[in-house]
């Protein structure tokens, strides 16, 4: 059974009094504060339904804390931030050490797309991803595991897992989409396995730029050489787009993805782009642990 399978087979046994439980040793009880955060303990929950056992729990559950055990790490600690309702923060700690960090939303979201469809201008409430960071700080990176932009450390090798978890998190607070801004091009190639960009034009890019560019190159390669410039499009200097990719939850946007305009926009996209790599000008640039 792949992981997928296995998250969704297990967030079904998993029920919302356990996701929600509130140590009460976390609750204030000066007599001031005491009744009103007890009324009002939501607002201790992370996206005003996780609590930080009930997502230590589902961790555990899924599996998680047992992948990162067999890298040798343990003693695992939850945080969340709950102070801004529209932006919270998740992060998970060993021995002290930052492993993850995930900053989401919940937002309204109204579809404007280039090109004409019966949805846009739909209102829709999704899920935002605005940061995501997974660090093992006693790796390097090796060949194997090159440093990418925006890198401070190696990743842990678990994005798939979270993204998976991220998916059923959407789905259980009944929102329409989950939504994400690659900074990065290896970013966007690595979520479009679950993410479609909302511009066909751009979907069909990203799909263009790994036919031409990931046979002969790394992905750190050329994510580097994107970043600074070291690409062209169709001949002229290429610079990199930062635009919005969803997973539909919703039908409506599910169709939107499935429609027959989109594919053929992006159909075209990816055959009109081609894409070349200034490998000379990138080792110019001496990015360390690039050229092992």
Known sequence: MNFQKKALAISKKLYSYQLKKIDTNELFFT????????????????LGYYSKDGIKLALEKYGIFDILRKKGLDNFEIF????????QRLSLYSDDNLLGEVVLGTKNFILNSNFKTKYNGQKFDILAIEWMCLQNTHKKFTKERQCLPGQTYVGLGIGKFIMELIIIMCKRLKLSALLNIPEYFHNAYMYSIYFKYLEPEYEGKVKAIARDLLKKYTLAEVSWAIDLNCVYENN??????????????????KNYCNSYKYKKLAKISYLNNHYTLDINSLKEKNIPNLFL
């Open 31 to 46: 007599d001031d504060v005491f009744f009103s955060e007890f009324h009002n303990s939501s607002s201790m929950l992370f």
């Open 80 to 87: 969340i931030d709950t102070k801004d309702t529209s932006r």
């Open 236 to 253: 002229k200097p290429f610079e990199w787009f930062i635009s919005k990719q969803i997973i539909p939850i919703n039908p409506k946007l």
